[in-house]
């Protein structure tokens, strides 16, 4: 089982910058799961934000592309996501999620993921 903990949101202005921290209490390194944001809007489905591939490569939705920047510390066993610039309609829950197998689906399909953290809210007022 792995257990996912987000942190890290919070209330900011349009134009400012925050920095999401997922962290894995699992035995095995994270570098082996390929891992995801998502988010999820009032009234809205949760959608694919960014993710890892298990070879390193880097994904984006196109809204946040050029905005916001994953990372990871692999000591930490900690993925990162970078936002900045950030604007009224980013505002939403942010989900880390983690796959341990490459079935499913590409790495924006929510289904496909099989580990989920409980969210953190990321609010940006106008």
């Known amino acids: 089982q792995v257990q996912l903990v987000e942190s890290g949101g919070g209330w900011v202005q349009a134009g400012d910058s925050l920095r999401l921290s997922c962290a894995t209490t699992?035995?095995?390194?994270?570098?082996?799961?390929?891992v995801g944001w998502f988010r999820q809007a009032p009234g809205k489905e949760r959608e694919f934000v960014a993710a890892f591939g298990w070879s390193g490569r880097t994904y984006y939705a196109d809204s946040v592309k050029d905005r916001f920047t994953i990372s990871r510390d692999n000591a930490k066993n900690t993925v990162f996501l970078q936002m900045n610039s950030l604007a009224p309609e980013d505002t939403a829950v942010y989900y880390c999620a983690a796959r341990s197998s490459a079935s499913g689906g590409g790495y924006s399909f929510k289904s496909a993921y099989d580990y989920w953290g409980q969210g953190t809210q990321v609010t940006v007022s106008s």
């Open positions: 699992s035995g095995r390194p994270f570098s082996n799961y390929a």
